[in-house]
C-alpha cells in the first residue's frame, strides 16, 4: 500500500519534476505481469522497472523490515494515512518486508538526494526530493 501512495503523490506532481528538468522513475520488485498490473491501477507514465533479484536494493544498501516493523507507533500512522487516502494492500508479494527508498540523481552521476525508509511507509516527503533539484 505504501508504495502504491508513494507512486501516487509522484504522479500527482510529476509536472513540477518536469518544469525541474527532472524525470521520474520507480522500480518495483515484481515480474514483469505484476508490474503491468501496477501500471495499470496506479496510472503512471513514467518508467517502472523490475528487479526481481533486488540488485539495485542491495547496491543501494536499502534496508529490510520484520514483524516488530508492523508495530512501530510511524508504521501504525503511516498505515492509518494511507489506508484515509483509500490505499489498501493488496498482497503481500515476493519481498513483503523489503523497505524503500528514494534517490535524487544529477548529471554527472552525482547524489543529489538519498532517503532510506526506516519502516514501512517511511517515504521521502516530495516537497524534499523537489528540494532537492537545481
Known amino acids: 500500500m505504501f ?6 503523490q509522484l504522479r500527482e506532481h510529476e509536472q513540477s519534476f518536469q518544469e525541474k528538468g527532472a524525470r521520474l522513475a520507480v522500480i518495483g520488485l515484481g515480474d514483469q505481469h505484476y508490474a503491468r498490473i501496477f501500471r495499470e491501477e496506479t496510472g503512471i507514465t513514467f518508467p517502472l522497472l523490475v528487479d526481481e533479484q533486488r540488485q539495485a536494493y542491495r547496491v543501494a544498501e536499502l534496508r529490510s523490515g520484520n514483524l516488530l516493523h508492523i508495530l512501530r507507533s510511524d ?11 483509500g490505499f489498501r494492500q493488496y498482497g503481500m508479494g515476493k519481498n513483503p518486508f523489503q523497505l524503500g527508498g528514494s534517490f535524487v540523481f544529477g548529471p554527472g552521476n552525482v547524489d543529489r538526494f538519498a532517503h532510506l525508509s526506516e519502516t514501512f511507509g517511511d517515504n521521502a516527503p516530495v516537497s524534499a526530493l523537489l528540494a532537492a533539484l537545481p
Open 3 to 8: 508504495c502504491r501512495e508513494h507512486v501516487a
Open 75 to 85: 508504521n501504525k500512522a503511516a498505515r492509518k494515512r494511507a489506508n484515509f487516502a
